[in-house]
């Protein structure tokens, strides 16, 4: 794509890998990552980098992990870098406002939703919880409101309605790289000066929900298709599940996978407390 200024990347999760991943492809690979630190992850609680971090590594990319962004080390190290353009995916921390200002071609993130629709920070497994449709990502200016800056591009994706609702993971990818396609097709444009943003109709804007991790529990004799949504929407993480007697014991037991048929919803994999994943036939067999 010929020559390109140098890029701040904020991300984290793999949301933000997949958006890496389409922008290397594509020539453009950023000067420097700032995500989060190493966290304990597993049963052994080990303290681990962040996906983005572990892309960074295998690449020889400089990598910043600070705790917190409001610090002169923070804004010295960004400097440091002399990068002219910041993007931001999935970054899970609030960049300072002083800090939006640095770059020349000042800051841009990917935002998985048709904006002003569903701002916050779990537009995807909202709009599967809700049974909102179309969906899509917008690319915007980021300000230090939420997600209410001018939009340079926004894009739709079309999900078949017999694929509809697609698991929350699913779609976290789906999303993640169709933003990435649109960042290598604005960047030029920005860049050069012909992309004007647009602003958002700020009184059309809704809100995502936070997702926490108790919202997962699901009560089997609630609505089919809510529960169904529910599944969709929380798959990966929270996940949900519920609680029953076995052998005169309450249990928990996770939802892995289940089907919604003619109004009834049907579970299909499941982990029993204590147990390994089975089939919800063999669950209730005993």
């Known amino acids: 794509m010929g020559t390109f200024p140098r890029i701040a990347f ?15 492809a594509h020539g453009i690979i950023p000067t420097l990552l700032i995500t989060n630190p190493d966290a304990p992850q597993g049963r052994k609680m080990i303290r681990t980098p962040s996906p983005v971090a572990r892309w960074g590594e295998t690449r020889n990319i400089s990598i910043y992990k600070p705790e917190k962004l409001n ?23 609030i960049i300072p406002e ?15 939703s048709l904006l002003p629709q569903l701002r916050g920070a779990s537009p995807i497994r909202t709009a599967i919880l809700e049974d909102i449709r179309p969906i899509g990502v917008s690319i915007m ?36 790289k169709k933003g990435g396609e649109m960042l290598v097709k604005v960047l030029p444009a920005w860049i050069a000066g012909t992309c004007i943003p647009q602003e958002q109709n700020h009184a059309q804007a809704t809100f995502s929900k936070k ?10 004799e609630d609505d089919a298709y809510h529960n169904f949504l529910k599944i969709r929407a929380f798959d990966g993480w929270p996940g949900t599940y519920f609680f029953t007697t076995k052998n005169e ?30 089939s919800y036939e063999d669950f209730l067999r005993g």
């Open 10 to 24: 904020f991300g984290t999760p793999d949301i933000a890998v997949w958006v890496l991943d389409v922008l290397e």
């Open 249 to 278: 014991h309450v249990i928990r037991v996770k939802i892995v996978d289940a089907e919604y048929k003619n109004g009834i919803l049907v579970l299909t994999r499941v982990i029993p407390e204590g147990k390994k994943e089975m």
């Open 71 to 93: 610090t002169p080390e923070s804004f010295s190290i960004l400097e440091q870098h002399h990068c002219e353009l910041f993007i931001v995916t999935a970054y899970g921390k």
């Open 141 to 176: 200016l980021l300000t230090p409101r939420i997600d209410d800056g001018p939009i340079l591009a926004q894009e739709s994706i079309e999900i078949p309605t017999e694929s509809w609702p697609i698991r929350g993971r699913e779609l976290d990818e789906l999303l993640a």
């Open 98 to 112: 002083a800090m939006l200002v640095i770059p020349k071609f000042k800051t841009l993130n990917v935002h998985p």
């Open 211 to 220: 997702i926490t991790k108790d919202m997962g529990l699901i009560n089997l």
